[in-house]
């Protein structure tokens, strides 16, 4: 098993542009989320989904956009970047409540 | 809303030497605690996971505990070694599935 796989693994944007990171498992997970990590800190849940077809908003959801179509899935799009969405993005993924999660290698963006 | 506080931010020990780290949480509704360790500029590698019928995990050298009566948790390493040198993360999770995670304890083991 690949586990939690992420694309790019690094990614420059100018302010106002628009990408889309993203992850994928092959666990058949249920549990999928995305978190941002600033310097020096934790991590800070942006949205999260408890299976296909569904979707909430986490800690910091402004400015991001997902959808879960499928099982393997969980893109997270920035609509319109700015510099205060330069950070590491982590996927992650879990069977269920309460089971542990695997995360992602993360995403480093760059806004500039 | 739950916060989750890791104390001390940064730990310095001599090698050999036994610690803890605290993490404190302020919604005893957890559904279950994990650790994490991170090094620098990688991602996450789950430690050990705590379910909230738990008390405590064992894996190693570590050992983590759960009190949810008073919003704690500890992780106990034994016999630290240089390799042990990472920043320390804990993460409680809700039922609905939804993590927050404290700001991580930095360790150092000195040889």
Known sequence: NAGVTQTPKFQVLKTGQSMTLQCAQDMNHEYMSWYRQDPGMGLRLIHYSVGAGITDQGEVPNGYNVSRSTTEDFPLRLLSAAPSQTSVYFCASAAGPGTEQYFGPGTRLTVT | ?111
């Not at chain 2, 780290?21 to 705590?50: E, H, M, V």
């Not at chain 2, 379910?51 to 064992?58: D, N, P």
């Open chain 2, 1 to 111: 809303k739950q916060e989750v506080t890791q104390i001390p931010a940064a730990l310095s020990v001599p090698e050999g030497e036994n610690l803890v780290l605290n993490c404190s949480f302020t919604d005893s509704a957890i559904y279950n605690l994990q650790w994490f360790r991170q090094d620098p500029g990688k991602g996450l590698t789950s430690l050990l996971l705590i379910q909230s019928s738990q008390r405590e995990q064992t894996s190693g050298r570590l050992n983590a505990s759960l009190d949810k009566s008073s919003g704690r948790s500890t992780l106990y390493i034994a016999a630290s070694q240089p390799g042990d040198s990472a920043t320390y993360l804990c993460a409680g999770m809700t039922n609905a599935g939804k993590s927050t995670f404290g700001d991580g304890t930095t360790l150092t083991v000195k040889p």
